[in-house]
């Protein structure tokens, strides 16, 4: 790793620019830390034009909302940079950052919010529709196709699930299964909430006009659907820097996540994590409480270890 040039010795480097890391970062500001954001720029949720279910920001551009965060980092003087932090390593006290462009920095502390991936399944034409009719989530996108033909990918771990959900938003639901068996007790459930399934393989999804009106079998039959909810995605974190610093991981039928204690501390010291790379139910408004619960837990650390230095100094101790 380079030696850092400059000014570029931080005492908390967030790693991620999106709800989380912002969040994080504005309370680590208003708490006079020296910060810096260093944000790739891809929020999972930049597919969609409106990002729902946030108290007093329901309905908000995700871009204006990420937006308003920067500009409330400017009084405290919080730095934000657009880079992609490839490695971190214990350094000292701290930690020591490489950048893609080959920046190095250090940080005291550091925030890892750099949120998740969502790996579609392999059906042609869905991604182009990712955000628009092709969807991840009822609680942010059911209100908005409330009523609508509802379409269904079966995840294999949980494969009623979505689609159970679903039926509390649309009468109309059809789960495409796609090879994938139901678990025991779901066919009584699918029953009970009206949803139909469909057990042949998916091909593909069906546009017309630059709508999704069905999606495509095998066998050449489109079965009709204004809208298909993409339960079949898997959510990669984005934890290589984690994984780089040994965080320890957990597994969930979703995917894998950094493990934290309640404040967001991973198993490695000195390293918090908010945000979707925790986990797979963290919406944006959850990435933002965690993000602050992560920045007052840094800077009580870092105020306690400064006073306890301190103290020690002031009794002729040695650390
Ligand atoms: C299509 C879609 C629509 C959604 N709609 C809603 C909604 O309406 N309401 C809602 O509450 N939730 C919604 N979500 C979920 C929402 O996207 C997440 O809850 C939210 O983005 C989590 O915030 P985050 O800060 O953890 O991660 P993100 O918002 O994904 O931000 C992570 C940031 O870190 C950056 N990054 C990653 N790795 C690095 C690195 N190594 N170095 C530097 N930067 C890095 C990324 O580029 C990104 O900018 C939606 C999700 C999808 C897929």
Not at 85 to 103: H, I, K, M, S, Y
Not at 170 to 179: E, Q
Not at 275 to 282: I, K, Y
Request: proline share 5%; net charge negative.
């Amino acid at each position: 790793m380079n030696a850092p040039t400059g000014d570029n010795n931080y005492e908390v480097v967030v790693i991620g620019g999106g709800a989380a890391g912002l969040s994080a970062a504005l309370i680590l500001g208003r708490s006079r830390r020296r910060v810096l954001v260093v944000d790739a720029g891809a929020p999972r949720n930049a597919p969609s034009a409106h990002m729902q279910g946030y108290l007093s920001r329901d309905g908000m551009s995700p871009a204006e909302f990420l937006a308003a965060g920067r500009r409330e980092l400017v009084p405290y003087g919080v730095e934000v940079r657009t880079g992609e932090v490839t490695a971190a390593e214990p350094d000292g006290d701290g930690f020591a950052l490489a950048l893609a462009d080959g920046t190095a920095l250090t940080a005291r502390r550091l925030v890892v919010a750099t949120g998740l991936v969502d790996e579609l399944p392999r059906v042609e034409g869905l991604a182009a529709r990712w955000g628009r009719d092709v969807l991840h989530c009822p609680y942010c996108h059911g209100w908005e196709v409330r009523d609508r033909p509802a379409g269904v990918l079966a995840h294999p771990a949980m494969p009623a699930h979505q689609a159970l959900m679903v039926s509390q938003w649309s009468s109309d639901v059809t789960l495409f299964l796609d090879g994938t068996a139901l678990a025991e007790g779901d066919a009584r459930l699918l029953a009970a909430a009206g949803v139909r399934t469909v057990a042949d393989p998916v091909a593909g999804i069906a546009v017309e006009d630059d709508r999704l009106t069905g999606v495509r079998l095998a066998d050449g039959r489109t079965a009709g659907c204004e809208v298909v909810f993409a339960a079949a995605t898997r959510l990669v974190a984005r934890d290589g820097v984690l994984r780089g610093l040994g965080a320890e991981l957990y597994e969930t039928p979703l995917g894998s996540f950094v493990k934290t204690d309640g404040t967001g501390l991973t198993s490695v010291p000195g390293v918090w994590a908010a945000g979707n790379v925790t986990g797979p139910n963290e919406q944006v408004v959850h990435a933002a409480a965690a993000g602050y619960r992560a920045g007052t837990a840094i800077n009580a650390e870092l105020l306690m270890d400064d006073l306890t230095a301190r103290a020690d100094a002031a009794e002729g101790r040695t650390g």
